[in-house]
C-alpha cells in the first residue's frame, strides 16, 4: 500500500535551514502530483509546494516563495523540501502528501488522498 515517512525536521534558529526528506513506497512519485503541506497549532493545514508529475513544474505558496525548494529524486522514490531563510512562522508539522486526482497548484487538503506522519519543524531562538 502507499506510504510516506517524512524526516528531517527539528529545531532551527530563525534565517536557518532545514531539509525535510519524503520516502514514499508502495507507488512511484512519478505516478501522481505530489506535494508538501503544513499545519501549526490551532491552524488548519495549508499547502506549501507541489510538484507535478507530467512535467516537473513546481508550485509554491505565496509565503515561502523564493524560501523554500521542492524537489524530488525519482530513483530513490524520494521527495524533499529545501527550507531557507526560516521564520518563526515556519513553524508546524510538515506532511508529505499525494493523490490519484490532484492538481500542482491544489491547496485543498480534502483533495489529497495519502499522508505521512509528519515531522516536526520549530523555528525559534
Known amino acids: 500500500q502507499v506510504q510516506l515517512v517524512e524526516s528531517g525536521g527539528g529545531l532551527v534558529q530563525p534565517g536557518g535551514s532545514l531539509r525535510l526528506s519524503c520516502a514514499a513506497s508502495?507507488?512511484?512519485?512519478?505516478?501522481?502530483?505530489v506535494g508538501w503541506f503544513r499545519q501549526a497549532p490551532g491552524k488548519e493545514r495549508e499547502g506549501v509546494a507541489c510538484?507535478?508529475?507530467?512535467?516537473?513544474?513546481?508550485a509554491y505558496a505565496g509565503s515561502v516563495k523564493g524560501r523554500f525548494t521542492i524537489s524530488r529524486d525519482n530513483r530513490k522514490n524520494t521527495l524533499y523540501l529545501q527550507m531557507n531563510s526560516l521564520k518563526p512562522e515556519d513553524s508546524g508539522v510538515y506532511y508529505c502528501?499525494?493523490?490519484?486526482?490532484?492538481?500542482?497548484?491544489?491547496?485543498?487538503?480534502?483533495?489529497?488522498?495519502?499522508w505521512g506522519q509528519g515531522t516536526q519543524v520549530t523555528v525559534s531562538s
Open positions: 502528501t499525494t493523490g490519484t486526482d490532484v492538481r500542482c497548484p491544489g491547496w485543498n487538503p480534502w483533495e489529497y488522498d495519502y
Open positions: 508502495g507507488f512511484s512519485l512519478d505516478y501522481y502530483n
Open positions: 510538484v507535478s508529475n507530467s512535467d516537473g513544474r513546481t
